[in-house]
Structure formats: structure tokens, C-alpha cells
């Protein structure tokens, strides 16, 4: 009888153990996967601060048409190791279809949109990495010319 009692309390002692190591492998995989995608976004967010682009001018043509310039450089202290990044405009808030050419540092770009004096023209970093769009870092008022 005490056999069978020595063997109940060892097969309990065994099962609250695998039940225990299940419950931290359940645990370490939420937090392994929470960690990985913060680490990510940390990662982008990191590569937009090296991809500072400027809007040099934004200036809206004093003919008929309604097409105005845009003027972006991208900033020479930019640290990433993206050598190229693409510009994103965004026009009173809306996003223009076209995106202007890849910037390298101490670049230059100009592009033809349809503008309107006064209008708000922001402009957001595509990094060419990954297609991460980082934030807008320069607004600008719409111009006459």
C-alpha cells in the first residue's frame, strides 16, 4: 500500500513540474514576441531620425495652371546607413500620388505638383530598406512665385 502512495506522490510532484516549465515557455514566448516587435519599430523610428529631409520651397506658379513646384534637400548631418531616400509630399494633409526621386545626402529634388497659394506641403522620408514611412519633419506654406 505504501508503494502505491510513495508512487501517486511522485507522479503529482512530476506533472505540477511540467506544468510549471509549460506555464514559463507560454510566458517567455509573449514576452519574446512583444520585445522583437518594440525592438522593431525602435529600429525604424531610429533610421527616420538619420533621414531628416527639408522642403527647401514650395512655390505655386502665377499662370493658369495650377502646377507648382516643390523644392526637398535632405539634411547633411543625416546618419543612416540608407544612401538613398525616397520623398513622400503631402499636400493640406493629403498625399500627392508621385513620390520625387531618391535623395542622397547633400541632394537635391524638385518635383511639379498641383499647388495653391497657401496651402500647407509636408513632406515624410520612404527608407529604401524596408519602405518604412517615417514621419513628416517639414511643413511649409505654399508660395506665389
Do not use: H
Request: proline share 2%; with cysteine.
Amino acid at each position: 500500500m505504501n508503494s502505491k502512495k510513495a508512487q501517486s506522490e511522485i507522479i503529482t510532484t512530476v506533472l505540477i513540474i511540467l506544468l510549471v516549465l509549460a506555464a514559463i515557455i507560454i510566458v517567455w514566448q509573449v514576452v519574446q514576441t512583444t520585445i522583437g516587435k518594440t525592438k522593431t519599430g525602435i529600429d525604424d523610428n531610429s533610421l527616420c531620425l538619420g533621414s531628416q529631409l527639408t522642403i527647401v520651397k514650395a512655390v505655386a506658379n502665377s499662370s493658369l495652371t495650377s502646377l507648382g513646384n516643390i523644392t526637398v534637400s535632405r539634411d547633411p548631418s543625416s546618419s543612416t546607413n540608407d544612401a538613398n531616400v525616397t520623398a513622400r509630399i503631402f499636400v493640406d494633409g493629403a498625399q500627392i500620388p508621385q513620390t520625387m526621386g531618391q535623395l542622397a545626402v547633400y541632394s537635391r529634388n524638385t518635383t511639379s505638383v498641383s499647388l495653391s497659394v497657401g496651402q500647407q506641403v509636408k513632406v515624410a522620408a520612404i527608407l529604401s530598406q524596408d519602405g518604412y514611412i517615417c514621419p513628416a519633419t517639414s511643413t511649409v506654406s505654399v508660395v506665389a512665385a
